[in-house]
């Protein structure tokens, strides 16, 4: 299964945009990125996801690069409440949509 | 709301004792997950389900056996509970829009002395 690579932690200060990095250089070309999140205690929460074209939502946007080897997720404006460990998975060729998560990068949004 | 619900929420039991997690959906979605998160680990897959009585196993699949012997329910039992396998276990449905949209439910923690 292709492999990403995140930052392990990343500040952001409330209202500014967070970026959060994500390589993904041995990705096939007809595999999607996601992204999830997970806020302390809670659940993963699926965030977004993309091919090749830049995608956007009303929880973030996402850019992939050209040569579809690294993405970033953009936070417009981050609040204390995006403080999470956010994932940048690449779903498993099993066919089952099975995940697997690596250890993801933690953002704090500080006042 | 993916409308999954896990059951307990929380639960403390003794080392040898059975154990059973369930969750339940009321989205009739054909795919299930289970996943257990451990500190330095992250979120590892357990056991999954592809439909009524079709289960498969995950990466840590050791010390666990499954049972869907209906759509809505998804139940992950620990014949006899170790200490290894304290932890807080998620459940997760597959959406319809995508192949890797998950929706996971709120945990269970387990503690076992």
């Known amino acids: 299964d292709a492999k990403t690579t995140q930052p392990t932690s990343m500040d952001c200060a409330e209202g500014r945009a967070a970026n959060l990095p994500c390589n993904h250089s041995?990705?096939?070309?007809?595999?999607?990125v996601y992204w999830y999140r997970q806020i302390h205690s809670q659940g993963p929460q699926y965030i977004i996801h993309?091919?090749?074209n830049n995608e956007t939502n009303e929880m973030a946007s996402l850019i992939i690069t050209e040569d579809r080897k690294s993405s970033t997720l953009i936070l417009p404006h981050a609040t204390l409440r995006d403080t999470a460990v956010y994932y940048c998975i690449l779903p498993n060729h099993s066919g089952y949509s099975t995940l697997t998560f690596g250890k993801g990068t933690m953002l704090l949004v500080s006042p | 709301d993916a409308g999954i619900t896990q059951s307990p929420r929380h639960k403390v039991t003794e080392t040898g004792t059975p154990v059973t997690l369930r969750c339940h959906q009321t989205e009739n979605h054909r795919y299930m997950y289970w996943y257990r998160q451990d500190p330095g680990h992250g979120l590892r897959l357990i056991h999954y389900?592809?439909?009524?009585?079709?289960?498969d196993k995950g990466e840590v699949s050791d010390g666990y056996s499954v049972s869907r012997s209906k759509t809505e329910d998804f139940l992950l039992t620990l014949e006899s509970a170790t200490s290894s396998q304290t932890s807080v276990y998620f459940c997760a449905i597959k959406g319809t829009h995508s192949t890797g949209e998950l929706f996971f439910g709120e945990g269970s923690r387990l503690t076992v002395l």
């Open positions: 993309g091919l090749k």
């Open positions: 041995t990705i096939s070309g007809n595999e999607y």
């Open positions: 389900s592809y439909g009524v009585k079709d289960t």
